[in-house]
């Protein structure tokens, strides 16, 4: 059920290809971050083991991972989840985007053990059906990028076919995208919570933050009213 209020964001927390696994200790203990999103590089062993760690991590309560397009088949794919221990799959959410965004491989076998989501190959709210059709169970939202009206008209039609969605991040310039994607996070349930990379990735992101609040434009794009506008057209679904 989505919130008529806005509620406090669940913060998924990105670990990049490159990021060591001190940071993820660090983002557990100085901001209590329980969610993580890992990248995937396309190599099952490599790819299994690395989550296998980090879910040995304590204080990792919840993990999606993100193959970027990486994998070039289903067998790969099912390899990689194989290989994954009891308590990476416990804490294992979703994988997004596993393979690339204009195939046509059916996704059902593979998400009968994990949800598969689709990133990139949902341009917008007219690849849903073909998404759906495929077997995938979700779409990670970027109201960030991918504008906030956009992001309304695929929760439409993820709603009629009683898909799900989590609500992902590009590492949006500050700070209007962020702002953006906060209130969507705030008012939807989400599976994983919402990554909101840019407060790792930009320099001075908390004074960034708070210089623009200080002179925030009145209307910037997420309204009490159109929420309740949108929640009210969206309850039949």
């Known amino acids: 059920m989505d919130h008529d209020r806005p509620r406090t964001v669940r913060v ?20 209590g971050i329980a969610h993580f999103k890992i990248k995937l590089g396309g190599r099952p062993d490599a790819d299994a083991k690395r989550v296998n760690r980090i879910a040995e991590i304590k204080g990792v309560e919840k993990v999606t991972v993100d193959a970027n397009e990486a994998y070039g088949s289903p067998g790969d794919l099912s390899n990689f989840i194989g290989l994954l221990g009891s308590r990476a799959l416990r804490k294992l959410l979703l994988i997004e985007e596993p393979f690339a ?29 073909k998404l759906y059709a495929q077997g995938y169970a979700g779409v ?15 929760l439409d039609e993820l709603r009629k076919r009683r898909m799900r969605w989590t609500i992902m991040d590009l590492t949006t310039a500050p700070p209007i995208g962020y702002l953006v994607g906060v209130a969507c996070g705030s008012r939807l349930t989400t599976i ?14 908390k004074r960034l933050i708070r210089s623009f609040r200080a002179s ?12 309740k506008k949108y929640r009210t057209a969206a309850r039949g679904y």
């Not at 209307?219 to 929420?227: C, P, R, T």
Request: aromatic letters at 8%.
């Open 140 to 154: 990670a939202l970027k109201p960030h990028t991918k504008t906030f009206s956009g992001t309304l008209l695929c």
């Open 12 to 31: 998924m927390h990105l670990v990049g290809m490159g990021d060591p696994v001190h940071s993820i200790v660090r983002a557990i203990k100085k901001e």
């Open 216 to 227: 925030e434009p009145v209307g910037w794009g997420v309204s009490e009213a159109l929420f």
């Open 101 to 129: 965004r204009n195939s046509r491989t059916r996704v059902n076998d593979i998400g009968a053990r994990v949800p598969v989501f689709a990133d990139e190959s949902c341009a917008d709210h007219r690849d849903i059906k």
């Open 192 to 205: 994983g919570g919402t990554e909101l990379n840019g407060r790792q990735y930009y320099k001075n992101w």
